[in-house]
């Protein structure tokens, strides 16, 4: 046993209070879904099988872990450790958001899926049987083939029988996975790769003491209308190549709601407007974006018969000074019309 007892850092004669402590607060380090290192695994599997049989054997002997001693221990523990304890580590998510919110702000429910010790074990990953089974692995034989011969089955410690097995629930690992939902404030003005930063909701220090932070990594939804560059906030909105022409209030669309901004008179060719500081909203030290729009010019299809006069009359107009309303036409018919 006192391999078991080193490799949980304990003293022989531990209480099961003091194991599973110890088991916790290593597995929180070598847990292989918390912990890359490619030998964390076979190390975790180490940790339980020393786990499993220090509380294999104090239950063989009646040891529930209630015993007067254990809340002196822990009482011990507390002032070795003192009251700067570290502070658990901090647990990262990726919240999705749409731009509408990102923009105005939003109130959001989060899932926060955190372990925690085993409902139906407390944590220890195994529970007591009410009738002693044979041991599998050494076949009630107490004694298993190893690389020198015959030794001792570390599963049963040589009785060939075992009175305690592996939680059904958690499957040995002495966690389950719980959901905790928090309702969090969005503030206005948030783009990707922005974070949030929600205190104390992070995973718990070894002692359950001091939690870490939970930091939210923002992710904006793709948005059929809008996209972002920077700060700005860039949409295509088709146009009448007519009114393009003679200008005039045009209706746009907008996170906040539809905008009206004047339109200035010019060619009926593809060209941007800004509206200043009406694009993603100003956040710390940066500056609210701009709306930029790009204007798509659209011509008529399909015109009817009254249209094709109304056209026909404009074309008449047009055509008596063709040469400041069409200049590149104009030039082209006289080099190649009018000689």
């Known amino acids: 046993m006192s391999d078991a007892h080193a490799l949980l850092g304990l003293q022989p004669g531990a209480t099961m209070q003091q194991i599973k402590r110890a088991f916790r607060k290593l597995a929180m380090q070598w847990h292989p879904d918390r912990n890359p290192d490619p030998a964390a695994l076979e190390h975790f599997k180490r940790l339980r099988q020393a786990h499993d049989r220090l509380l ?7 040891d529930d872990g209630d015993d007067a001693d254990a809340g002196n221990a822990h009482a011990a523990e507390a002032a070795d450790t003192g009251p700067a304890a570290a502070r658990g580590a901090d647990r990262w998510q990726t919240l999705e958001i749409s731009l509408e919110e990102a923009f105005l702000g939003a109130t959001r429910p989060v899932c926060v899926r955190t372990p925690r010790p085993c409902s139906q074990c407390g944590g220890s990953g195994i529970e007591k049987l009410s009738v002693s089974r044979l041991c599998e692995p050494c076949r009630g034989s107490g004694r298993i083939r190893g690389t020198k011969g015959l030794v001792r089955c570390a599963d049963c410690e ?3 029988y075992r009175n305690t097995q592996r939680c059904s629930q958690c499957a040995g690992s002495g966690e389950e996975i719980g959901e905790r939902w928090l309702q969090v404030v969005i503030p206005p003005g948030l783009i990707d790769d922005d974070e949030l930063r929600l205190a104390g909701e992070g995973e718990a220090d070894a002692d359950g003491q001091r939690a870490g932070d939970l930091r939210l990594r923002i992710r904006l939804s793709p948005h059929p209308l809008f996209r972002r560059d920077g700060r700005d906030l860039v949409l295509q909105r088709p146009v009448s190549a007519l009114r393009m022409l003679i200008g005039g209030p045009l209706r746009i669309p907008h996170p906040a709601g539809v905008r009206t901004v004047p339109l200035e008179p010019g060619v009926a060719h593809a060209r941007t407007m800004r ?3 009406a ?21 008529p299809q399909s015109p009817d018969k009254q249209l094709h006069a109304l056209i026909e009359q404009l074309e008449v107009a047009l055509g008596k000074s063709a040469r400041r309303h069409f200049p590149e036409l104009a030039r082209w018919e006289a080099d190649w019309l009018d000689r």
């Not at 294999?56 to 009646?62: E, K, N, P, R």
């Open 56 to 62: 294999a054997a104090l239950l063989d002997d009646g």
């Open 158 to 160: 040589g009785r060939g």
């Open 275 to 277: 509206v200043a500081g």
């Open 279 to 299: 694009g993603f909203p100003a956040r710390g030290q940066r500056a609210a974006g701009d709306l930029v729009i790009e204007l798509d010019p659209m011509l």
